[in-house]
């Protein structure tokens, strides 16, 4: 059983990498069934309605998961080199898959996706077509400041630094209402601050003395609270301020942050057998891919609310298994998809490319 391979790489935050994918799709899912913000409040005392919500609560930190991940792996004790390589391949990435989809879009339904679709969706950043890539470009250029910042800091003061800004965005912003321009978790600010997070629980070692199973205990009762919470929809008045059990269903939302923290936790933890070992070696570079094909444009606009028409006609059962399947099949076929995006950027020598630009980058910079 391992847990790390030689040179540090830790399988269970891989596997945390496709499992928060998975709930990326399924929360896009579960928004398509249009049965969480219905029209009628009868819908609101159904069992559907409170087992999807159950399942939104419980998939709702995976971006928060992911901004996470991004700081726990990527803080180095010993400074390291950023290459531009790394946030172009991305970009190439989401390009390519964007082209893709808009040209197939064109041939089944020509007045949807037209010449001046092909053009927005060849440039992402520019159109904020992937609010989650515009935001972690601009993270990836803070980081080695950030990097440089976490290893100054000794331990203590970055665990209490973290937590003050944690208790601001999280008590402060989401609960109390009060105006930090966090744009409700939408933006770069916010990807810092679960960046530094990711790092100070790797630097801290926080955590250290939880078992996988203790946290996975904390994981549900922080779920359970947040979907009690959200269906009892209570109001508080706090002086001028109103504070909402609803405001517990977001990213900001404390409950949701913890979970998320607890699952990296978990996660970093876990051992696993050689064959396991190679699902998650095979699966985990190819996961994003499923975040660029399920927030096209074209996709999220147009092809996901097919479970929509059988709510009423089927049994709720039959919806909630349907709309979990499609999720996790969604996911499978995207890392199949990405295998080929791999080999043929191999095979057009495109990361020796990239590559190239690093060192090119390099010998100008010094």
């Known amino acids: 059983m391992r847990n790390r391979e030689t040179g540090g790489r830790n399988y269970g935050i891989d596997l945390l990498r496709i499992l928060a994918m998975f709930f990326v799709i399924l929360l896009h899912s579960l928004d398509g069934t249009k049965v969480l913000f219905p029209s009628s ?22 971006v928060n998961t ?52 092909l053009f927005i969706q060849a440039t992402p950043l520019m159109h904020k ?10 993270l990836f250029f803070f980081m080695p400041i950030l990097d440089t910042a976490i290893g100054k800091l000794s331990k203590k003061s970055l ?35 679960l960046y530094i997070t990711g790092a100070t629980i790797k630097k801290c070692d926080i955590g250290k003395k939880l078992k996988p199973f203790m946290c996975l205990i904390i994981i549900f009762s922080l779920n359970l609270i947040t979907w009690l919470l959200y269906l009892l929809r209570k109001t508080f008045i706090v002086g001028d301020m109103t504070i909402s059990t609803t405001a517990l269903v977001g990213y ?53 609310f097919w479970q929509a028409p059988q709510v009423g006609v089927i049994p ?3 919806i909630i298994i349907l709309t979990v399947s499609f999720s996790l099949a969604f996911l499978i ?25 690093d060192r090119k980058i390099r010998s100008i910079a010094k």
């Open 252 to 304: 900001l939302s404390p409950t949701v942050v913890l979970a998320s923290i607890f699952y990296i936790i978990c996660f970093s933890k876990l051992k696993f057998p050689n064959f396991m070992i190679k699902i998650i070696k095979f699966g985990a570079p190819g996961a994003f891919a499923a975040y660029i094909l399920n927030t096209n444009h074209f996709f999220y606009d147009y092809g996901r």
């Open 66 to 117: 992911f901004a996470l991940i991004s700081g726990y792996v990527g803080y180095r004790e010993k400074p390291k080199t950023y290459k531009i390589s790394s946030i172009l391949s991305l970009w190439l990435q989401v390009v390519l898959y964007s082209i893709i989809i808009t040209v197939i879009t064109h041939f089944i339904s020509p007045s949807i996706a037209t010449k001046t679709d």
């Open 41 to 62: 409040l009868e819908m609101c005392d159904t069992g559907l309605y409170k087992a999807l919500w159950l399942l939104e609560v419980i998939a709702y930190g995976a």
């Open 159 to 193: 665990k209490r630094i973290t937590f003050a800004i944690l208790a601001v965005c999280c008590i402060g912003s989401q609960l109390m209402q009060i105006n930090f321009n966090l744009n409700e978790g939408y933006s770069v600010i916010w990807l810092i601050v």
């Open 316 to 318: 709720s059962w039959q």
């Open 333 to 357: 076929a995207s890392i199949l998809i990405d295998k080929i995006r791999q080999v043929l950027f191999i095979k057009l020598h495109i990361n020796n490319a990239l590559q190239a630009l």
């Open 129 to 138: 077509n992937y609010w989650y890539l515009n935001a972690y470009v601009g």
